[in-house]
């Protein structure tokens, strides 16, 4: 059995179980719904940890 992997569209804003929308205007895949639903503050916060681990070496 396939676990229920979600997206969020950027373009709508709603989250989207299974990949239904084009890839350019998705995020994802994502575990949970919740995840899924916060997927920009996710990837705002992945963005910073790289910039931060780029100025520290």
């Known amino acids: 059995m396939e676990e229920k992997r979600y997206w969020f569209n ?3 804003k709603e989250v989207e179980e299974g990949p239904k ?3 350019l205007d998705r995020i994802g895949p994502f575990n949970t719904y919740s995840d899924a639903l916060n997927a920009e503050q996710i990837v705002r916060d992945r ?3 790289i910039r931060d681990e780029e100025l520290e070496n």
Do not use: E, H, R, V
Request: charged share 20%; net charge positive; aromatic share 0%.
């Open 10 to 12: 950027t373009k709508t």
């Open 21 to 23: 929308s084009l890839g």
């Open 47 to 49: 963005a910073q940890k």
